[in-house]
């Protein structure tokens, strides 16, 4: 397996992504919102484990 080039790999891609204009993804300004964020519990294959929060 040859090395990973690293450099080479990511000056090709900063050229490309510069060529597009392309920009990180921001948030928006929520306006003084309350912040909340949503977890959910995956259960385990074999359905043991479950909790209320699967029901």
Known sequence: M???DFNSIERKWQKIWKRQKFSSWQAKNSGGKK???ILDMFPY???EGLHVGHT
């Open 2 to 4: 040859s090395k990973y």
């Open 45 to 47: 294959p074999s359905g």
């Open 35 to 37: 912040r909340f964020y």
